[in-house]
């Protein structure tokens, strides 16, 4: 009889054994898997950014300065990057009957980029731009200010896009700004993450084609 209830008492410990190991493989595979779900492309964690632009300014004192068909990549370690460009379009809309006036369009372009193939390319639009010697004016028109974006495995929803400008020193500067959010897949893990994003660029009259982006 006693060895028949040190073998059921042996079973019982074994069962329960096995089954307390189970619940801490099972709890182990929930957490690792939770940490994979929260890791997202280093594109998109604004410190990595901000940390790869200050090594970026470091090497190049006019800062993140982009020009057509020259832009600026921030490549990060775990294969994502973001892509700072700009295209500069002149067109025959002024504002002033200056003879020295000129008209521009001005894509402030940022394309975050991870996996294979997944990206999301960024544009604010602002046109109707007159540049008249050391100073730019904008229409103040709402409708010359947009964004656009193509994505591969992602959606972008625009939150805000303006276009304004600056007095520095003697001249009048061009600024645009686009805010918003890109919702992606998370790679090899499957489900959706959402980030922000925000596009800055500037310009100075004196050097129409080379922007400064942020």
Known sequence: MKKALLSLA???SLCFGLFANTIVEAQTLDSNKSKQTEKIPDAF?????KQKLQEYKKTNSDGVKVSPNKPVVLKFSDGSSITYSVEVTPTSKVKTESLAASGYKY?????YSWGI??????TVVVDNV???????????DKDDVWQEHSSVFASVTYSSQKADTKRVG???FLTAEGKGT????IPGIGGTREESYTIRGEVDPADPWNIIMH
């Not at 894509?107 to 394309?111: D, G, T």
């Not at 007159?130 to 730019?136: E, G, L, S």
């Open 117 to 122: 193939h997944a990206h999301a390319a960024i």
């Open 107 to 111: 894509n402030f372009k940022k394309n």
């Open 10 to 12: 042996l079973t019982a």
């Open 182 to 185: 890109i919702k992606y897949d």
């Open 45 to 49: 964690n604004a410190n990595l950014e």
């Open 170 to 172: 003697g001249s009048t």
């Open 130 to 140: 007159t540049k008249d010697n050391r100073h730019f004016k904008i229409s103040g």
